[in-house]
Every structure is written in C-alpha cells, then in structure tokens.
C-alpha cells in the first residue's frame, strides 16, 4: 500500500489523497471477497500461446470451447484472446466500448446482460479444466469514441469526464508525436465543436487521459474486474503512450512507466504472479524498461526479433538473428522477465524504423511483400499472414517454427498459421466497407471454415496437412522439457552462415539446435558431437 501512496505522488503530485485512500480501502475489500490464490511462479515461461479471436476462430465462446480440444491436441497451453469487449468494431474491438461488458456477439443468441458475465467465466473454468491460461486482451490507451465516457465528454466542457480525454483549443499540441498510422490517418488531432480531441491511432479511438486520477484508477478497477472472472493475464495494449508531455514525442516516458508500476502493485497485491504483458513496439532497449525491476511488466514481445528471421531466411544467413540477440542490442534480463516471440499476429509484418533501419527495411520488403496490396503504411508494413510470406513453402514455414520455438522466450502461435491458413481478401473488402478505412491488415484476420480445415488435416498430401502434424510433433517436443523457456543460449560457429546452430541449457537439460537457411543442403561439424547433413531449411533438435 505505500507503494501505491508513493508512485501516487510521483504522478500527482498535487493532486489530493482522498480518492486514493477510498479506493486503497475498497482494494482490500475487494482481495478478501474473491479470494483468488496465486499462480505458480513464471508460469507464462512454460506456455505455448494460441493468439484468436473468438468470432473469426469459431463463433463464439461456445464454439470456441468445441475446439479445446484440437488446440490441446496441437501443444498449446495458453490462449491469448485478442479484443472480446464491447465494441462498434471499426478496429477489430482494439475500439472499446464498455470495459466491463463481453461483447454479445460472442455470446451465443440467448444471452442477456444478466448472464453475459457467467458465461464468459463458464468458457474459463472448462479452459482451466484442461490446463490453459487465458490472456484477456485490454487496450489501455484509448477507448472508442461510442464510449459513455466519450459521449458525455463530448457533450459539455466542464462534465466531469471532459478530462478523461485531451481536448485542446487547436491542434498543435504534441506536435512531437508522431501519427502512428502513417497513410491512413494525417494528425493525431480531430476537431469536434470549437475544439480538438486527441488519438494516437484511430480518429475513432480518443486517447485516454491518465493526467486526470480518476481515470487511472478507472482503468484499474477495470483490471480488478476481470481479474474475479479467472483470467490469469493482461495483454496490456499501445501501451508506450499512456502519459504524453509537452516538448517530447509522448512515448517511453515516465509517467507510463509509474501508470504500469501502479496496475501492476495492484495486480500482485489481488493475485500474485498474473501475467501483465507489455506490447511495446520499441527497440529492446527500450522495451527492457518496461520490465522495471520486477514491478512492472512480467513480459513483453521482442519486436524486432521478428523481421530479422524474415530477413535471415530470405538472406540464408544467421547474422540477422544473432545479431538483434547480441546483448548490444537486446540486453540481458532477470530471471523473473520473458520475451514473447512471435512469426506473426494479428497486425503487419511491421518494418517500422523504430527497431529497423530503412536498408534492413527495404530488404525485407522486397522480399516478402509479393503482392502491392499487401502494402501497410507506405512501406512500414507488409499485412500478410505466414503462409503467403513464406509463399506457401512448407519447408520455410516449418524452419521458421523451428527458430521461434527454440530460441529464449515464449512463442506464440497465430490462429489459422498451424494449418498454413491464407489471407482472406473476402474479409478485407468486407471490413473496408464497415469501417471506411483501407485497413490491409484485414487481409490477415478473417474466419475459419473448419469443414475445409478437416479435409485438408485428412489429406496427406495437402500443405495443412504438413505443417500442422509437424508443428503438432514440434511442441509436443518443446513442452516436455523446461529448457527452451527458461534456458540459456549458447550460440555455435560451424563456420557456415546459413547455419544458424545454438545450446539451449537449463539445469541438467541440454538440447541442439541446426537451423539450414539455405535451400540448399549444407554439411558441416561440430567439434566433440560430429558431422551433420541438413536438407535445404532443414533443422534437428538432439536433446542430451
């Protein structure tokens, strides 16, 4: 509690203590009443997450618990739900609006708000029943501009919820920050009435005003509410840009980093050893920040690790990824921090000049953007899924599995690429016409049509059929052992490039990884183990 009184003053410091106070005493009200025992210890460092959403995956959470077990039969043993809240969906529920209602749609047709709740905590005890965590998606930033809280600060300048938003009387405010969806939107400012609101993203998403003390504490409270319905994490969303100051480019500061300390004191005060993950496009360095010194985020995605397997696959060299790992550019955390990797996600193949130089860029883009309109942001992007990248190889694909499910962190799977699942340009056009933005990340979403997936699992001679049995063999491998997430590296010269060749080491574990970039098979040795021939994007792991 002294903690929460003296991050409180570091954030406002004129501000009065009496809302923290109440809310303090109503913290421990709220611990005593749920009563939720802690999570094990770094359980996030053992799991294998599925990242879905509920409707596009299979309707509902209903039909999203059909498929337990298919998931449970692939390896995985964390599901990351992107946006379940209520939303208009303009951005694939990244717009929120209500933080404490699911949406309906995902609800099934007898749903009604008395219930909405109970069967969303039902969908979580038959996923605890099998062994899976569950990470709720919550974007933190903003909200959308249906929001309650939006309308009525719409509505007149001195409401109370006027400042749970930033308006201005013109829009030169922050001029420092940059607009974030480079060639969608032209200002991170939009006028409405004789003034102008502020949003990073979306026109329709107004930035949340973590200046005003109530809303932080409103966004906690939102925290505390799903955390009694049993999820065992936060995707915590855009969260560089919580707390924006005059004269800087709003992102990384300072008083982000207090905001998260708060949530997280929370957090582990109610449920010890919850997930808070951070989603931090920044470069490593950057982005270590955000681990605090074990109290702030527990983990965070290794961004520009991802663009550098593309680039090393396309080159058929292993620099890239030694390289972005080397401590120089990817410094070293404690034992009690996590990267999560990943091939791809719900967004682009971002090329973004934060953790990419405009050579590495342009590389990477020639290679893999095989078609114009996979465009995203002028360059900055390619919204592709996995298989359309990898142009339908398997080979690649699996090579790329490999890398991703060895190196040290937390991998993650995105729904569909299990099976190769293509991009779905029906989807796109479709969401052009519902949202007025030509959104190409669309192209990467899109629904399942399970009768299709089963015949293709069936046929052995299909592209499904081989990437999902051999990435099924693949994490089953993984999830035997505790070396892979919690391990060490130990990276080894074969003296050839297109070998990417490593230890992973835990305890008395110890496990070979050959990664061949190249097409081409390549033979090679390694001192005191012996010699190896590798097929063209071959790889072994030999477990000692």
Known sequence: MQNLHNLWQQLYPHSETNILIEFISELEVYKSIINLQPLNDFWYKDAVVYSLYVDLFNGTFDGLIDKLDYLEELGINCLWLLPVLDSPMKDAGFDVR?????????????VSNNNSEKLFENFIKEAHKRNFKIIFDLP????????????????????EFRNYFIWNKDDKKYSEARVIF?????????KFGDEYYFHRFFEFQPDLNYRNPKLLLEMTRTLLFWLKSGVDGFRADAIPYLWKETGTDCENLDGTHLILKFMKAVLDYVRPNVLFLAEACQKPQEVVKYFGNADE?????HFPLMPMIYKAIASQNKNPIQSILDKKNTP????????????????????????????DRKYIYDNFCHNPKWDFRNGEGISARLSELM?????????????????????????????????????YNEQIKITGKNDTRFLVRGKIDWNDVEKSLKDETTISNKIFFELKRMINMRNV????????IEWIDVKNDSILAYYRIYENEKVLVLNNLSSKQQSFSIDSVGSFLLKGYGFVWRFY
């Open 98 to 110: 209500d933080f404490r209602k699911i949406r309906k749609s995902l609800l099934g047709d007898n």
């Open 140 to 159: 933190l930033n903003h909200c959308s501009d249906e929001h309650q809280w939006f309308k009525n600060s719409k509505d007149d300048k001195n409401n």
């Open 182 to 190: 480079k060639g969608i939107e032209q200002s991170n400012w939009t």
């Open 297 to 301: 985020c527990n983990a965070a995605y």
């Open 332 to 359: 070293e955390i404690s034992e009690k921090s996590q990267w999560f990797l990943f091939l791809r996600c719900h967004d682009e193949l971002s090329l973004e000049e934060v953790y990419v130089n405009e050579n």
């Open 391 to 427: 142009g339908f190889h398997p080979d690649k694909i699996l090579l790329a599995y490999s890398i991703i499910l060895t190196l040290p962190g937390t991998p993650i799977i995105y729904y569909g690429d299990e099976f190769a699942k293509a991009n779905d340009d029906e989807y």
């Open 481 to 488: 052992s505790s070396v892979f997430g919690r391990g060490s």
